[in-house]
């Protein structure tokens, strides 16, 4: 299976921009065990590319639809995390970003380290 075939596979998965269980196990019966193997993880790419994953503090700190208007075309997933104190972590494929009190205190903190060291 060359790269061309897998990624028509993997966007005849897709029904409205959603995983379609149906089109996904009809596609899988008709796959070998080493050409499952490869489209799962081209699936498991194209979601992750599809997908803003957003970590914050409290969910009242946010508003989805603007966040919607920045990535007209990608899912955004939220999810908390009281340990980020104030701030977020933001996810795009394989970029993080982290803006929160804490990170910033740990960089202060390394800094001053490396300075009086």
């Given amino acids: 299976m060359n790269r061309q075939t897998l990624k028509q596979l993997v966007l005849a998965s897709y029904t409205d921009s959603e995983l379609d269980a149906r089109k996904i196990n009809k596609i899988s019966d008709l796959l070998s065990k080493k050409e499952l193997k490869l489209y799962i993880r081209a699936l498991k790419n194209s979601e992750k590319q599809n997908t803003i994953l957003l970590e914050v503090p409290s969910r009242n700190l ?46 202060i903190t390394e800094h001053i380290k490396e300075q009086y060291d």
């Fill in 62 to 107: 946010i508003d989805e639809g603007s966040l919607q208007d920045l990535f007209p075309d990608k899912r955004i997933s939220v999810s908390v995390d009281p340990e980020l104190l104030v701030g977020m972590r933001f996810q795009d494929n394989d970029d993080i970003f982290e803006f929160s009190l804490k990170n910033t205190l740990d960089k």
